[in-house]
């Protein structure tokens, strides 16, 4: 009796309102796993107690599993006791405490969705988040069941040395036949979304941690034994990040070990699984040799979100998939925070603001808008958006601002302490702040229900005789899908004026906007000041205000805010693209002026200089535009870099020089200057100087590092010369047999300027070394195709195509990874009509594919609506 049911079924919508306590908790399960790539058998004990008054059978969730054994107190269950709902097992059970147990068997090494057990190079691994561990054994698969694990494993000797679980080993021994076992206690309660086990044959990067209260924890990076000197980035930022989490939160870890298993195929960038971490790969392995500065960052970053989730995720649960930013948007907020300060804030700001306005701006004005906290779904996998975890962190970092640092470390403990062991809500993690805080956050709660990005006209107006100014701000929330209309926000915006005349800043405040339409007004101002507003990017929100070209180049070099700063920057340059773009005259002397004075101050950090003067991507301009016009847009931005590159070709001749390194440091200085003498290379190709391929391949063969020699890489990649070819050539024959490394040569392919960009992406698509089993290739090639505005939109339409006929293809291994290629498509409305025709056809292709999963059925017919 196999289950296909949920493959052919319509979209079942769960919705936040139904939301009610689990009918049976679990408080204990011992799992006994004979592991085999082919069959593996999975036999559970699940101690079961009724949870309140009521007669309702024992509902244990399976997807594609079929019971071979199902025993009720050590007894078979008669045949009119047990039946089949949905892939679900569901038991009459006559008395409130009951020991359940079944046996199932599952192929791991046919699992293409990677979800549930599955094989990667000849390993077996788990992912549970968010339902897979139903396709593991059958259980009451939500978050708000938390029960304590004992695991055993069982395998070949030869092929898993190594067998990994949850929590502190207790037991192993051997067994006939060459093969092994291994028991896996852990002692904390969780939800079955954490549980993971890992067999394979691994070395280990092992080191110890000294926890504040002086116990020892032993650390372990487990990965393929050729792997292991690429781990030590990864150990030094898992140590740095359990120190931080002590220092800034008060918060210990609490098992004798910690493990991370480094595995090649995987869906997201990692899993925070109680005690085992299990990291996409790309997030683990890092060396000069194979990654950039930005892959070390990624690894920094992904390591110490994974660490956090122990206390935001683990030790405090969601009690519903509706919750998941409760620990997705608290982590990414203590992530961003932990590596401002293993490097620089005003950097790290400026990234995470590129990263929020490209992903999750876009996502809130297109189809798939949703709130924070999302009131319906119909695949949970589909809600692991830029929604949930950047703008999730976004309101996190207001409340933090709104309370200041005590208050909001006083709300945190008090969220922590409160509901350590429980399975929590959003609004717990609210009324924690109000109350810890002192505060109400009555309104602000709005930022958890209404999605769309606010936008807030500013305007200020100055009084000479009453020698005031007038700050009028206006609010309004965009309509957004099943929500028309919009209340007022609370908004939290800091704010200062700058003296025209001393260039002085006269005192940074933070104005809480809540009303449709605001004033404040400010005394003693004799001359109009500037207006610097949104300070340090204090709430997500868009920013209209009547600034001129002069204010703009003025806070490009004087605002005292680093982010304020890069944005005057920012602005002064979207202000003459978008003229240029409208056919207007525009004074585009002042962008360079700014960049010039930007490059040649020496107070500057190198990385924040990268940063103020590169161009906005053209998805960024698109945003701006009412229709977006990707060829437009295009010829305005690549003219304005060749004007760039031309007339200040002596700085970028002088920078890129100057920033040589001699020997490869991780150092921030070291990382500014790469960063830095990459943007010189980039303007001084763009400058047309006829030597420019030449530095740029010079650049790529002389380079001790990823991060100057895929930039070289890049820059050539964007033109059409004889050593665009080479390059390439060269860094495929040096990187083929390394997976993570070889992704590079197909994602800056992709990603490129050139004018062949979608028939080299299709060509790449039919590469031998091109595959669809693996996330990383696939998003390696065409996830940034598809960010490649110019290129993705090509007016044939020959874009959507390829990445229509992915979807379907890919949809039939991996739905996951598939659904996640849909919402470029789904942008059709911000498109001129022919090309919002050709992508609207290629939706209603891919709805017409037989057997369409349940992912990207909803993503495609959301986008459609
Ligand atoms: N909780 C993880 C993200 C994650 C979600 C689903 C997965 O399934 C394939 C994997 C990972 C995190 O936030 O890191
Ligand atoms: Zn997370």
């Known amino acids: 009796m196999a289950d296909n049911s949920s493959s052919l079924t319509v979209p079942h919508v769960v919705r936040r309102e139904d939301y009610r306590p689990p009918d049976w908790l679990v408080p204990d399960i011992a799992l006994d796993f004979d592991l085999d790539a082919a069959a593996t058998r999975v036999h559970a004990t699940l101690s079961v107690t009724r949870n309140g008054d009521h007669d309702r059978p024992l509902k244990l969730d399976g997807d594609g599993l079929l019971p071979l054994e199902i025993r009720v107190d050590g007894n078979p269950v008669a045949a009119d006791l047990w039946s ?19 046996l199932v068997e599952i192929a791991p090494q046919d699992n293409s969705k990677l979800m549930g057990l599955y094989a990667s190079g000849g390993l077996l691994c788990t992912q549970c988040e968010a339902e897979g561990f139903r396709r593991i054994t059958f259980f009451p698969d939500r978050p708000d069941v938390l029960s304590r694990y004992s695991v055993r494993m069982a395998a070949d000797k030869a092929l898993y040395p190594v067998l990994l679980a949850n929590g502190d080993p207790v037991e192993q021994g051997e067994l006939p036949g060459g093969r092994h076992w291994a028991r896996w206690n852990d002692p904390f309660p969780k939800p079955c979304y954490l549980f993971a086990l890992v067999a394979g044959d ?52 609490d098992l004798d070990v910690f493990n991370i298993v480094a595995v090649a195929d995987f869906n997201f960038g990692a899993m925070e699984n109680k005690g085992l971490n299990i990291f996409n790969s790309r997030y683990i392995l890092a060396d000069p040799e194979t990654a950039t500065d930005i892959d070390y960052d990624g690894v920094e970053g992904v390591v110490a979100h994974e660490y956090f989730h122990n206390w935001s995720g683990n030790r405090v649960t969601c009690r519903d998939w509706f919750q998941l930013s409760l620990k997705e948007g608290f982590t990414v907020f203590r992530d961003q925070n932990f590596s401002a300060d293993m490097g620089s804030h005003a950097v790290k700001r400026i990234e995470d603001v590129r990263i929020l306005r490209a992903a999750q701006f876009q996502e809130d004005s297109g189809p798939l808008a949703h709130p924070v906290r999302p009131e319906s779904y119909m695949e949970i996998s589909n809600f692991y958006t830029a929604t949930i975890y950047n703008k999730g962190a976004e309101l996190i970092r207001m409340m933090a601002l709104m309370l200041g640092p005590e208050r909001f470390r006083a709300g945190t403990d008090l969220y922590f302490d409160r509901h350590d062991g429980e399975a929590a809500t959003c609004e717990d993690f609210v009324r924690a702040m109000e109350e810890g805080g002192e505060i109400d956050l009555g309104q602000f709660r709005l930022w958890y229900e209404q999605a769309g990005t606010p936008h807030v006209r500013a305007l200020l107006t100055h009084d000479p005789v009453a020698r005031s100014v007038t700050l009028l701000l206006e609010q309004t929330v965009p309509p957004t899908p099943g929500q028309p209309e919009k209340r007022p926000m609370a908004i ?38 500037i207006l610097s507003i949104n300070r340090g990017f204090s709430a997500p929100v868009i920013v209209e205000t009547n600034r001129s070209q002069a204010d703009l180049a003025f806070l490009s070099a004087h605002d005292d805010d680093p982010f304020a700063r890069y944005e005057a920057m920012q602005q002064l340059m979207v202000n003459v693209l978008v003229g240029r773009i409208g056919g207007q005259a525009v004074d585009e002397d002042a962008v360079i002026a700014a960049i010039r004075n930007a490059a040649t101050d020496p107070l500057l950090d190198p990385a924040f200089v990268a940063e103020a003067i590169r161009l906005p991507s053209e998805a960024y ?22 004007r760039i590159g031309a007339e200040l070709e002596p700085l970028w001749r002088d920078i890129h020089a100057r920033t040589r390194a001699n020997a490869f440091a991780l150092s921030s200085v070291a990382k500014g200057a790469r960063k830095l003498r990459n943007t010189a290379l980039l303007y001084l190709a763009a400058s047309g100087a006829v030597d420019g391929p030449t530095v740029a391949f010079g650049q790529f063969s002389e380079a001790d590092n990823m991060t100057e020699r895929q930039a070289a ?3 050539l990649a964007n033109g059409t010369s004889a050593e665009r070819e080479a390059a390439l050539d060269i860094f495929y024959n040096r990187y083929r047999d390394d997976a993570l490394t070889l992704d590079k040569w197909f994602q800056t392919q992709a990603f490129a300027f050139h004018p062949d960009t979608v028939d080299l992406v299709e060509e790449l698509g039919r590469h031998k070394d091109f595959t669809l089993t693996n996330p990383n290739r696939v998003r390696a090639l065409y996830g940034a195709f598809a ?60 709805l017409l594919e037989p057997g369409l999963s349940k992912d990207v059925t909803e993503q495609v017919s959301k986008s459609l609506e």
């Open 713 to 715: 890489l890049a820059t």
């Open 202 to 253: 691994l070395a280990c990067n092992a080191d110890r941690f000294v926890t504040m209260s002086g116990r020892e924890v032993q650390l372990g990076i487990w990965v393929r034994e050729a792997d292991l000197p690429r781990t030590a980035h990864a150990m030094q930022a898992l140590r740095n990040s359990m120190a931080w989490d002590e220092r800034v939160y008060g918060r210990e870890y």
């Open 84 to 102: 089949m709902d949905s892939g679900a097992l569901v038991i009459a059970l006559p008395d409130a405490v009951h020991i359940v147990e079944t």
């Open 492 to 529: 939290p915006l800091r704010t200062a004026l700058f003296d025209p005349e001393t260039g002085e800043n006269r005192g940074d405040e933070l104005l809480m906007l809540t009303e449709a339409r605001q004033s404040f007004t400010f005394q003693g101002w004799t001359a109009a000041p």
């Open 787 to 846: 960010g490649n505005q110019w290129a993705f939109h090509h007016p044939s339409g020959k874009g959507y195509r390829l990445v229509a006929d992915c979807i379907i293809a890919l949809d039939k291994l991996n739905p996951q990874t598939a659904a996640r290629l849909v919402p470029p498509l789904g942008r059709w409305k911000r498109f001129d009509e022919p090309r919002a025709a050709l992508m609207r056809a290629e939706l209603q292709r891919i």
């Open 621 to 642: 301009l698109g945003d701006q535009m009412a229709v977006v016009d990707p060829d437009a847009i295009h010829a305005a931005r690549d003219a304005l870099q060749r």
